[in-house]
C-alpha cells in the first residue's frame, strides 16, 4: 500500500461548474475524513465517514457539496456549481479506528482554481 | 472542538535543538495530543502523539505538562528538511477529528 492517494492532484474549473475529487484511502483504515486548506491557514475539516457512514458534516460544507465513501472504500468529495471562493487545497485523510491513539495518514491533495 | 495556542512563528540554526511548545487549556481526559508537520505544497505528516506520558520517537520527542494544559515538541537537532508548519493538535477520543489550528511556521537556516 502506498498510502493515501488523492486524485487528480491539481483542478481548474471554471466558475458554475461540477468537480469531482477522488480518495483512495490506506485500504483497511475505516475512517475517512475530508479538509479544505486555503492558503496560509491550517486544514479546516469538511466531514468524515466510519467506513460508508458518513458521521459528521462541518457548517462550512454548503448544499453544493456532497461526499460520499460507497462499500466504504474510495470516497469521493464533489462540488456543485463552483464559486471563485471554493478555490483551496482539498486535503484527505485516513486511519483506523480508534479513539485518538492512531495517527492519520494525508494524501498529497487536490489543488482546485475556480476561474 | 478543543482549541490548542501555537506562536506563529521560530526560528532555529542548523543542527540546534528546537522546542516548540503548545497551550491547550481546554483538554479534556480523553483527548490524545498530536503533532503533524506540513511542508510546502504537500499533506500534512504525522510526528507524534501521546496522552499523559513523554514520548520519543524518531523523529522528534513530546514532553507533555503534568497537567496536560501544554506540551512541548522537541527536534534534537534541526535540519534544513525540518523547515515546515507544525501543527498541535487534540484528538478528540469519539471522532478521531483532527482539529487543526493556525501552527507554527518554523524556519531552519544554515
Known amino acids: 500500500d502506498t498510502g493515501v492517494s488523492q486524485n487528480p492532484r491539481h483542478k481548474i474549473t471554471k466558475r458554475g461548474q461540477n468537480v469531482t475529487f477522488r480518495c483512495d484511502p490506506i485500504?483497511?483504515?475505516?475512517?475517512l475524513y475530508w479538509y479544505r486548506q486555503t492558503l496560509g491557514q491550517g486544514p479546516e475539516f469538511l466531514t468524515y465517514?466510519?467506513?460508508?457512514?458518513?458521521?459528521?458534516k462541518s457548517r462550512l460544507l454548503s448544499d453544493r457539496f456532497s461526499a460520499e465513501r460507497p462499500k466504504g472504500s474510495f470516497s469521493t468529495l464533489e462540488i456543485q456549481r463552483t464559486e471563485q471562493g471554493d478555490s483551496a487545497m482539498y486535503l484527505c485523510?485516513?486511519?483506523?479506528?480508534?479513539?485518538?491513539?492512531?495517527?492519520?495518514?494525508f494524501g498529497q491533495g487536490t489543488r482546485l482554481t475556480v476561474v | 472542538d478543543a482549541k490548542t495556542t501555537q506562536p506563529n512563528s521560530m526560528e532555529s540554526n542548523e543542527e540546534e535543538p528546537v522546542h516548540l511548545p503548545c497551550n491547550h487549556s481546554t483538554i479534556s481526559g480523553t483527548d490524545y495530543i498530536h503533532w503533524y508537520r506540513q511542508l510546502p505544497s504537500q499533506g500534512p505528516e504525522y510526528v507524534i502523539h501521546?496522552?499523559?506520558s513523554n514520548v520519543n520517537n524518531r523523529m522528534a520527542s513530546l514532553a507533555i505538562a503534568e497537567d496536560r494544559k501544554s506540551s512541548t515538541l522537541i527536534l534534537h537537532r534541526a535540519t534544513l528538511r525540518d523547515a515546515a508548519v507544525y501543527y498541535c493538535i487534540l484528538r478528540d477520543g469519539n471522532t478521531d477529528k483532527l482539529i487543526f489550528g493556525t501552527g507554527t511556521r518554523l524556519q531552519v537556516f544554515p
Open positions: 465517514f466510519q467506513n460508508e457512514a458518513q458521521l459528521e
Open positions: 485500504s483497511e483504515h475505516n475512517r
Open positions: 485523510a485516513s486511519s483506523l479506528l480508534s479513539t485518538g491513539d492512531t495517527e492519520a495518514f
Open positions: 501521546g496522552l499523559t
